[in-house]
Structure formats: C-alpha cells, structure tokens
C-alpha cells in the first residue's frame, strides 16, 4: 500500500510539473512571440558561451598606443638573438625588448592611475610586513618607493644583482635587506632572490611577511589590450581583459598546491581544486605577445594574486605571485579554542626563483603557455621524454573490495567485490576487447577501506585467501598493470602501528590536526607527521616490493603542511620526507591528482581533473594541463559514474585527450549504507558494464589515433565547436552543439566528433 501512495505522489507531482513546464513554454512564447526553439538555441548559445566551455579568441590586432617605449634613461644592460634588458637606474626597474616583436615589457608602471596601489606598481618588487606594535596587523602590498630605500648595483653574468636596504615606512620602522638578481635568459626574464640574503633586524617591531616581485609586469589597463591571464586552476581557466564593470571588490588570491591545514588562517581557500602547477600566464594580443610565468623556487609557500580590472578600486588587469616568509596565525590557549592571541610563524626557508617566458606569433595564446611549460619541464628532466604509443587506449577501473560499517555493537566489514568477483569483472572487459587497462583496488586491506589506512601487505581474508590475491595480481600483470590503493597522510583511531602522542601531527598552534565526524565509522580522524608516514612507508615497502605489486597512493603527492614537533616546521620541511617516500617508491608506485612537484616520479596522473573551480572571476575553461603532460604521461579522469552531464563530458575527455576512469563494485552501491563512502552510489558492474565498452570504444576511436602525442595547437571554430591538433599532425573536431555543424567542407555531427588526419 505504502508503494502503491508513493508511485502515486511521484504520478502527482511529475505531472504538476509538466504543466508548470508547458505553462512557462507558452507564456514566454506569447509574451516574445517567439517559438521554441529559439528559447531553446538562446539557452544553448548562453551554456556554451558561459565559463564551462572555452569562448572564441578575440583577434584584435594591438593598438601602437599600448606598446611601452624605451626611453632615455633606459639603460641596456644585456642582449642576446631574441632580448634586449634594460635597466632605470632612477626607477629601479626593468623592461625587455622581445626582438621579434618589437613588444616591450616592464616591470613597473610609469605614472600608474590606482589609488593605494601606486607604490606598489611603479616598484620593480614590493613587500608585506607584520607591524608587532599595531596588534600584529598585516601591512599589505608595499612598493619600494613608498619606504625609504638604497639599492646599490653590481653587473653580473646576463643581468644586474640589486642589493636593496629597506629603512623604513611611513607606518613603522623596517630593517630589511635583500639581494634582487634580475637576468637576461634565453626565454626571457629571471628574478633570484637569495633565502641567506633576507637580513631583518629589529624584529620585535615588524618582521616581514611576504615579497612581490615585479607586480605589474604583464599589467593592462581595463580592456585597451584584447587577451586574457591564465591561471593552473584544476584543468585550467582564463580571466578575459574586458570591462567586469565593477564586479570583483576583492582579487582571486589563492596559494598553490592547496590550502595549509597546519596553519590555520581567517582566509579561506576559495577554489575546489588546488593550482597544481606553479605557473601564471598572460596574453597581450593572440597569436600577437604573451608570458609564461614559472616559480622555479619558493612556489612551496607561494599564493597567485589576479585582479581583473576594477577589483581593488584600481583600473588595471594584474596577474603575480606572493612568496610568503612569515605569516600569522591564531594561537588559542583552551581546549575548546576560543580565546588567544596572534602568532607569527615560518612558512618559507628557500630561495624564490621566478622566471618570465616571453612568447609571440603563434606561441602567444593559451596553448603556446603550456607548451612553453611543457619544455621547460622537459629541458629541467622533470618529465619523461615521451609515453609509448599503444594501439588503444588505457582505461583505468578501480575494484571497491570493502568497508566498515557502523553497528550498533561495534564495526562490521561489508564485502562489496571479492577477489574472485574482481576477477571476473576484469576478465569480462578483456573478452570484450578492453586489453589495455589499469587496475586499482580499494579496500583490499585488513579490515575494509575506511579508518584502516595506512596498511602493510595485509589482506582482508573475508575476501579471499593470500594465495588468491597473489594469483589475481600475477593474472593482472600478465598484460596490465595493478596498484594496491594505500594512504600514508591520513588515519583513524582504527589504524595500527601508530599512536595519537608520537604520531598524529600537530599545527603550528600545538593542537593536533584531527578532525572530529560524528557520523563516520571512526570518529576521530587524524593527519600524520610526515616523519611518521616516511617510518611506516618505509616499514612497509620491503613487503611490497617482495610481492611485486605497486601502491596507489592516495594523497602523497598532493599534500604538504606546516606542522609542529618541538619547532614549527614548514610545508618545505614535510615535502622533503614525502620525496623521500617517492623516491623509495620509484617505479612501484602511482599517484592521483599529484601536484607538479611529484611530476618526476609519475607516469600516470589518476584522478585529473575535468573542470575548474567555477569561480564567478573565470571566463573560460581549458585544457591547461593536458597541453602540458600529454604525450608525457598518460592522465585518467575522475570516476565517469558521477557523469552528470551525458555525452558532453564524453566529449570533454576527447577534447582534452584524457582516458576514462570508473569505480566498480560485484555488490549493489545500496550496501554500501552506514559506511564513510555510502556517497559512492553507483558502482554496481552489473548496471555499467554495457554502457562502459560502449563509452570506451566511442572514445578510443577518437584518442586511439593520437596516443603518445603531445596537444600542440587548439582552436575554438565557432562556438561550441573545438579543433585540437597533435604532434602528428592528427586533428579532432568536437562539436558541442545540437546542431550539425560545417567548417571548412569539414561536416561535424550534433553532439559528436570526427578525426582528421589519422592514417
């Protein structure tokens, strides 16, 4: 009966619902008078043209107006076949002549028109200080010339070395001193500061928080100049130079690699995916000049400053980092964390390296960026020379195997898929023609997924004997590869080989970075000094290595956090055990969504990301990271089953040239009930399995003709509409719309692809 008055409502309210939808339909088309499939190619045209797609460039040539001049009292310093440095020695600042373009860029601004941040504009670097007397009040984006300053010149090699002494500021007494090595490169341009030359005295007064060089280098006023900066976030985004009419008060800040959970801070992090790579960009005219902007040192406590014209009250376009030395944070002194006072904490022991890659003609757009990042991670052997060609692409399943639930008595494990089911389930793909995939299993571990990370070689029994697993990883391996998902960041009350004095870390404040979840299986939720996740890595490896089967790694490439044990330590300091870690691991290990410093350990990127942050400042969405790392190794996307968008996120994965991912279970998602990963709710093999070699074929038709090819050049034809080219000359033409579509004799389906060039 129950059922019979549920069905009912359900009739109810879809049929209420179609009414409410055909009464809209008639209304708009009465009051405008038009039908509807004009509303409907208007809602089309407002999808495609909105952030979640990448826009047509704006070609407009650059006015002479907006090209800086070299005037008298620049001083050439330094040339080579592509640059010309120059150098004010009344400014103290910088401009550099691309030879091919004839384009200058500089430094500062001349006589710039932005209220408070003047000084900072016309200075070739500014500085933050926190002002002890004044409540530990942080003074924010200071120029050179708003303090009293020397800065004595020394020619060296390509460039000049400033030796710039702070005196004082209007709002306090500072003593800092710095060395600025400012040279001439192949590429461009590159800023050095020495961390042994940052000399600050007088500390109980001020201690200086952060350094900003060249502020304004790559700044436009309002929309004079058509382009747009680049920003890493997740798979990649632009902010288009146009008029935001007053939109944004306050600029996109956000630090690279994520946030810092062991400092805690009032600024929240504002994006959904970290800036994985410690890079920037900006166009000044397409196909006409643009720059690269690379944090070769100190990106590990950096943040990404961008303001579209009209944020800050200030009229220009600006796009730079800030390196962070010291920042302040809450130190609460009861248990419940109310109360306190401010604290000023380390953050960065490195040298700041910054390097500027000047590009033009055809290198001067978005796809130019990355390539330009590409070889410059190529040239620094970071990233491996090229991945193999393969006759169909890789697709990466990841087996749920089990997990805890919570009872009233305690814990039990759900089995979700068994090592014989997990064997079933991949020998069902090989037999439909998907032989070449990549296998990870989750919750292979004693005692399920959730609160028993990080785990030795100890395998679940429940789910069969050692003996099965070994012969299920030697059948995988015999034509794929297969990774044991494991976690050496994160734990429970639940995890063994740890205790919560010694081994759960503690933030900068001396409280132990735990987080309480009431609802979960294991309520206490931990992160681990990295100390300890080196000692149980490295306890734990010799097993691995013996039984030849590699680890996942869940968070080991993307996290790094200030913590205290004694002192306070910086994320530098953690970075260096989890590199150890990877080190130990090399070629037995997989990482998913690594950040860019773990790039030289990996060969597949699991987990990338589709999508940006959304951010209301992003223009466009584009493939920033797969212009980068395709052809260098192979990235997977997130798991398909969440797919809420249909076809069009097929498409994306075409677009972008990214491999399918899917999380699999033998058991219905419904078992999953009571467990920390019941969000999982659509595993179920019986249910994908059809639809999953039908989307893998539909895309292996497309990627299969440029594996191991690097993205070299895309293009958005007209809107919705997209052409990528490879290395091999091989082209893809995705079309977003619901309308055939044709270019040039080039005749593309609605919803659909075809390929070009292929043999």
């Excluded at 929309?223 to 890493?232: A, E, K």
């Excluded at 990482?591 to 942050?613: I, K, Q, T």
């Amino acid at each position: 009966m129950v059922n019979i008055i549920k069905k009912a409502f359900i009739l109810t309210l879809f049929f209420t619902a179609f009414g409410l939808f055909v009464h809209a339909q008639t209304s708009n088309a009465s009051n405008n008078d038009l039908p509807g499939d004009v509303f409907y190619n208007y809602i089309e045209d407002q999808k495609l043209s909105s952030s979640m797609y990448s826009r047509s460039d704006d070609m407009r040539l650059l006015d002479d107006e907006v090209y800086i001049e070299i005037t008298d009292a620049d001083t050439l310093i330094t040339s080579n076949q592509r640059f010309e440095l120059y150098f004010n020695e009344e400014t103290t600042n910088f401009k550099v002549k691309n030879l091919v373009s004839n384009y200058v860029w500089a430094t500062a601004l001349e006589d710039p028109d932005a209220g408070s941040y003047n000084g900072l504009l016309s200075s070739v670097v500014g500085i933050e200080y926190i002002n002890k007397e004044r409540n530990m009040a942080l003074r924010q984006n200071v120029g050179l010339v708003d303090t009293q300053y020397t800065a004595g010149t020394h020619h060296i090699n390509d460039g000049l070395r400033l030796e710039i002494s702070i005196a004082s500021h209007r709002q306090a007494t500072l003593n800092v001193d710095f060395v600025l090595e400012v040279t001439l490169t192949k590429q461009g341009l590159k800023a050095h500061i020495p961390y042994d030359s940052i000399v600050e005295e007088e500390t109980e007064k001020t201690v200086i928080s952060s350094i900003i060089p060249f502020a304004a280098l790559g700044a436009s006023h309002k929309d004079d100049i058509p382009g747009y900066m680049v920003i890493p976030d997740g798979i990649g985004t632009m902010i288009r130079y146009e008029e935001k009419e007053g939109r944004f008060i306050t600029p996109f800040e956000e630090r690279y690699y994520g946030a810092n959970p062991g400092l805690p801070t009032t600024r929240q992090s504002v994006t959904s995916y970290p800036l994985s790579m410690p890079i920037f960009g900006g166009v000044h005219g397409v196909d006409q000049n643009a720059f690269l902007g690379v944090i070769e040192a100190g990106d590990i406590n950096a943040r990404l400053l961008a303001y579209p014209t009209g944020s800050a009250f200030q009229p220009y376009n600006l796009i730079f980092p800030k390196f962070d030395l010291y920042q302040n944070y809450r130190q609460s002194f009861t248990s419940d964390g109310s109360g306190g006072a401010t604290r000023v904490a380390k953050t960065l022991a490195s040298d700041i390296t910054l390097q500027y890659q000047f590009l033009d003609d055809s290198d001067a757009n978005y796809t130019g960026i990355g390539r330009q990042y590409r070889k410059h991670l190529l040239a620094t052997g970071v990233l491996n020379e090229h991945v193999e060609k393969q006759k169909n692409i890789p697709i990466h399943f990841q087996y749920l195997m089990s997990d805890s639930r919570r009872g009233f008595l305690g814990t039990s494990l759900v089995e979700m898929s068994t090592v014989d089911e997990v064997n079933a389930m991949y020998d069902a793909f090989m037999a439909q023609g998907i032989d070449n995939q990549r296998i990870s299993l989750q919750g292979w571990n004693k005692g399920g997924y959730s609160g028993h990370l990080p785990s030795n070689l100890s395998y679940e029994n429940s789910l069969g004997r050692k003996r099965d697993f070994e012969a299920l990883i030697d059948h995988i391996q015999t034509d794929n590869d297969i990774y044991l998902l494991n976690n050496y960041i994160n734990a429970t009350e639940a995890t063994s080989q740890i205790t919560y004095r010694n081994d759960v870390a503690q933030g900068a404040d001396r409280f132990q970075l735990e987080r309480e979840c009431p609802r979960c299986v294991y309520n206490r939720q931990y992160m681990l000094y990295p100390e300890t996740s080196k000692r149980l890595s490295f306890n734990h490896h010799k097993d691995f290595e013996a039984a030849g089967v590699p680890l996942m790694f869940e968070r080991l490439a993307s996290t790094a956090f200030s913590y205290y044990d004694r002192n306070v330590y910086t994320r530098g300091d953690a970075l260096d055990y989890y590199l150890e870690i990877m080190e130990l691991y090399e070629g037995q290990a997989a990482y998913m969504y690594p950040n860019a410093y773990a790039y030289g350990f990996v060969s597949d990127f699991f987990h990338a990301p589709l999508f940006n942050s959304q951010l209301n400042y992003y223009d466009d969405l584009i493939p920033l990271l797969p212009i980068v790392l395709n052809g260098h190794m192979e990235l997977y996307s997130q798991f398909l089953n969440f797919n809420s968008r249909g076809r069009e996120q097929t498409l994306m994965l075409i677009d972008f040239g990214m491999n399918p991912a899917y999380i699999l279970s033998h058991k219905p998602s419904s078992n999953l009930r009571n467990t920390d990963i019941e969000y999982l709710f659509s595993t179920h093999f019986e249910k994908w399995e059809e639809s999953i070699i039908e989307e893998y074929f539909y895309i292996n038709e497309a990627l299969r003709h440029v594996s191991g090819e690097t993205i070299e050049d895309r293009r958005v034809l007209t809107q919705g509409v997209v052409q990528t080219t490879y290395s091999n000359e091989v082209s893809i033409f995705v079309n977003y719309t619901s309308q055939e579509v044709s270019i040039d004799n080039v005749v593309i389906p609605p919803l659909d692809y075809i390929v070009r060039g292929a043999e």
